[in-house]
Structures are given as C-alpha cells and as structure tokens.
C-alpha cells in the first residue's frame, strides 16, 4: 500500500521557521517528482515547491522564494521542506504529493498533476 506520512506541524511566531518531512512507503520513490501543497481554510490548495525525482532540479511559487527550501533523500524516502521566514498567511495545512512523472514540467503547481497525497500537517504562524 502506498502511503506518504508528512511530519513536523507546528506553531511560530512570524519570522520563525520550520521543518516538514514526508515519508513515502509502497512506491519507488525515485521515480516520482515530489510537491508540497498547502491550503488554508476557505482558499484553493496551491502549489508551494517541487522537485524532481533527482533532487537536482527545484522550483518555487513566487511567494515563497528566496525562504523556503525543497530538498530530498531518495535513500530515506523522504522529502523535506525548510521554511524560513515565516509569515501568518502563511498559516495552512500542508500536504506533500506523489507526480508520476519525475519532473517538475507542466503544471506540477496544480493538484490534479499530483498522484498521490498525504494527510497533511498543520502549520500556523502567529503574528
């Protein structure tokens, strides 16, 4: 069974930073481009940063540039997100996602690109 466990909710002042990981099991990992999403209440899930299935190339949403890092071990199984300079709208839940194809090409930003999801970890950011 495939599954991706997401990691590392938690709660920062604005300015803060933090972690997530997700764990994928029940795939080959390395075949996969990686997403992570985010979706706060009332708003559209929306395409944060991707990755391809080497860990060489990365791309980023404009608002996140420059603070937030993508990165993964393909021997863990695991993908990262550092996020650094945390704002309160920033507040969300995140998900990290499963591409079947292992690049970031097309619209990796849209939801119905992804192929497999995890459940989400929490993140806010107070001001």
């Known amino acids: 069974e495939m599954q991706l466990v997401e990691s590392g909710r938690g709660s920062v002042q604005a300015g803060g930073s933090l972690r997530l990981s997700c764990t994928a099991s029940?795939?080959?990992?390395?075949?996969?481009?990686m997403v992570w999403f985010r979706q706060a209440p009332g708003k559209e899930r929306e395409g944060v940063s991707c990755?391809?299935?080497?860990?060489?190339?990365?791309y980023y949403a404009y608002s996140v540039k420059g603070r937030f890092t993508i990165s993964r071990d393909n021997a863990k199984n695991t993908l990262y997100l550092q996020m650094n300079n945390l704002k309160p709208e920033e507040s969300a839940m995140y998900y990290c996602?499963?591409?079947?194809?292992?690049?970031?090409?097309?619209?990796?930003?849209?939801?119905?690109?992804?192929?497999?999801w995890g459940q989400g970890t929490q993140v806010t950011v107070s001001s």
């Open positions: 990755i391809d299935w080497s860990g060489v190339a990365t």
């Open positions: 029940g795939l080959t990992f390395d075949n996969y481009r």
């Open positions: 996602a499963a591409g079947a194809s292992g690049y970031c090409s097309g619209s990796w930003w849209s939801p119905v690109a992804s192929n497999y």
